[in-house]
């Protein structure tokens, strides 16, 4: 399963480290399957997005992801990459650029020729410059809301409605971000997606750094010890109590003043809702938890 990872730091930019494969678990646990590709995105102080992604196609690919990455930013968006569809490439890694934004998925749907004909029609088509599900659905929902005038969650509602009803989907979770904003989807239950709105420290004395860690992402970062963030991620990355999974069709927007605004703006499930069963081999291997 697809790692994803977010974190807003609220208006003023931050320094985070990143590693993306976090070496101990990847050179312990042999029998598990290695990444398929690992890509950190993030905001200069003019709000223009800057990517770092590489394909992990041999093993010796891996030293991209295991360097410390001392990065400064208001947003966060870190991904590390099971891949169901698309070659072993750095225009199938993510995160995705389009428009100014920046976006990582971690899921699998079907019926990609039909969403091809439906990017054609609305002038988007040439968006996609790989083979992956995630970049069409980027594409969609940069078309919708190009239509919504900039408006992203409408862009989001429209998009992911459109593929609810017309396409068999596993799972449609992601992160989107801006430079000011992060958008997150849990969609439909099949993948966890949790959010974290860590608080500084209420009582004086020394406050703990951030330091959150899951299977393979890890980010550290004195510089929001006292501050309020807010973080996303496919597991829990630390002991903190106040991680709480999405529900099922739940889209949170997080703004610069770091308000977590939550939205159920689709259906119950998908009008054709895929199993691990239903997918091919590679495809089921990519979304085992």
């Known amino acids: 399963m697809c790692r994803l990872f977010g974190l807003h730091a609220g208006a ?9 494969l976090d ?7 042999q029998s598990r399957r290695e990444p398929d590709g690992a890509g950190i995105g993030t905001y200069d102080a003019a709000g223009k997005p800057r990517v770092a ?22 947003t966060f968006l870190a991904h590390v990459r ?3 569809t698309g070659a072993l490439t750095l225009v199938n890694t993510h995160p995705f650029e389009q428009d100014g934004r920046l976006f990582a998925h971690n899921g699998s749907f079907e ?22 599900d995630s970049e069409r659905l980027f594409a969609l929902i940069t078309a919708e809301t190009r239509k919504a005038g900039g408006d ?9 409605s459109w593929i609810a009803a017309e396409l068999p989907v596993f799972s449609l979770n992601f992160i989107l971000t801006t430079a000011t904003d992060i958008w997150s989807l849990r969609y439909p239950a099949t993948h966890e997606l949790y959010i974290l709105e860590r608080e500084p420290a209420a009582v004086p004395g020394p406050a ?32 903190d109590p106040g991680w709480r999974p999405l529900r099922s069709g739940e889209l949170i927007h997080v703004g610069p003043d770091l308000a977590a605004r939550s939205t159920f703006p689709f259906p119950d499930a998908p009008a ?6 239903d997918l091919e081999p590679h495809a089921a291997e990519s979304q085992k938890p």
């Open 111 to 132: 019926g990609l020729q039909k969403l091809d004909a439906h990017l054609e029609s609305l002038g988007v088509l040439e968006l996609v410059k790989g083979q992956t």
């Open 208 to 239: 703990a750094p951030l330091d959150a860690r899951s299977k393979r992402i890890h980010s550290r970062s004195t510089e929001l010890t006292r501050s309020k963030h807010v973080l996303f991620a496919t597991e829990r990355m630390d002991h």
């Open 272 to 277: 054709h809702q895929l199993t691990l069963a």
């Open 53 to 74: 992604k590489q394909p992990l196609a041999a093993w010796e690919d891996h030293a991209f992801a295991r360097e410390a990455r001392d990065l400064k930013s208001t």
């Open 23 to 29: 070496a101990p678990d990847s050179l312990s646990v």
């Open 152 to 160: 992203v969650g409408i862009g989001i509602g429209r998009a992911v």
């Open 12 to 20: 003023h930019p931050v320094r985070a480290t990143f590693w993306l």
């Open 82 to 84: 099971y891949a169901s």
